[in-house]
């Protein structure tokens, strides 16, 4: 597999990979973890994950390392995301030690995907949630589907190229108390008509703002938003944004290099004010934005470090990037080997 494939042309499609790992509840306990060549499952099409969005999804990667060690970062955070987009949705998700018994299961059983060192790419991980099993009432399904399937993944944009983002004032990702703060499908389901709108347009992303006031900076599409303005990392807080493990690893790192970390509500009027704007998150990891467009107001911001990140934007990837690879050791306790 490492000897066909160019993973300089890999993007973020679907490559199938050996196996796909799947768990089953029912009857209040959980199946044995197994292997399956095939990744087509088989559900009633009367499953309340597809017709009520019972489902609920996690992402994290696989990182190669330079001593060619395999490398999973954080992913006790992903499994209590998980547990806590099923709690709010009145599903049965899989305690930590299980969910991270299958993504090591899935990698291991895929480690010829795992991209080299080097290449940029990465092993991308979908653990997913599904409630199954037939019914037609509006009620919290009985039985649940836990599955991780994986594919190689190359670099989305990355701290090498900054992009620009635009304000969409017609759409709104998440309800002001609703599911934003949780990784369900409704979310992205909601957002995909303007994310397509300004990919078509030739954004990266859509920066949304907060739905009751679009007064506040919420998060782009995927990745949550961040500002640096002097020595401080400022990032949104409002309940419609996922709370992403990369923004809370990078406020840690920040703050181990005496950065002053803000995490609170951001108003729109403060774009003005930041030397460096970015988004972060798992796929992304940091993606310097050099402008933001704000067309139903005509207003655009940019930021000076057009097509490359800011210093201490590529400060904070160096870091983080380095401790994902193993380049610099784990100081924080956010790597499982494999
Ligand atoms: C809406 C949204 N915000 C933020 C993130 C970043 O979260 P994380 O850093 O955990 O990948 C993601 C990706 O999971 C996302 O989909």
């Known amino acids: 597999m490492k000897k066909t494939m160019d993973w300089s042309k890999i993007g973020f499609g679907y490559i199938k990979t050996n196996t796909m790992i799947t768990c089953l509840y029912s009857d209040g306990k959980w199946s044995e973890l197994q292997s399956n060549t095939d990744d087509n499952i088989s559900i ?29 970062f954080r ?32 990698v291991r059983e895929n480690i010829d995907f795992v991209p080299p060192f080097g290449s940029g790419a990465t092993l991308y991980i979908r653990p997913l949630l599904l409630g199954v099993g037939p019914q037609i009432g509006l009620d919290p399904s009985k039985e649940f589907l836990f599955l991780v399937a994986v594919t190689p993944v ?22 002001p108390h609703g599911t934003g703060c949780y990784k369900v499908g409704g979310n992205y389901a909601a957002a995909m008509m303007s994310g397509y709108r300004a990919k078509k347009d030739g954004y990266s992303s859509v920066l949304y703002l907060d739905p009751k006031e679009k007064r506040w900076i919420d998060e782009c599409g995927t990745s949550n938003f961040f500002g640096i303005r002097g020595n401080s990392y400022i990032t949104p807080h409002s309940s419609s944004i996922l709370p992403s493990i990369t923004n809370k690893s990078i406020m840690t790192i920040a703050e181990s290099f005496g950065m002053d970390v803000q995490k609170r509500p ?5 774009l003005d004010s930041f030397d460096e704007v970015g988004s972060c998150g798992t796929a992304v990891v940091i993606s310097p934005i050099y402008q933001i467009d704000d067309p139903a107001e005509h207003r655009i911001y940019t930021y000076k470090n057009a097509g490359a990140a800011g210093t201490t934007s590529n400060k904070l990837y160096d870091a983080l990037y380095k401790i994902q690879f193993g380049i610099s050791p784990d100081t924080f306790g956010w790597i499982n080997t494999l």
């Open 44 to 72: 009633s099409a009367l499953s309340a994950s597809l017709h009520y969005g019972l489902q609920a999804f996690e992402g994290l990667k696989a990182y190669m390392g330079a001593d060619g060690i395999v490398r999973l």
């Open 154 to 175: 190359g670099g989305y944009n990355d701290v090498s190229g900054a992009t620009k983002v635009v304000i969409d004032r017609d759409h709104d990702r998440a309800a």
């Open 266 to 270: 951001v108003e729109i009027t403060e």
């Open 75 to 106: 992913p006790d955070e992903n499994a209590k995301r998980l547990q806590s987009s099923a709690g709010y949705l009145g599903m049965v998700a899989p305690d930590t030690e299980l969910f991270i018994k299958a993504v090591e299961m899935a």
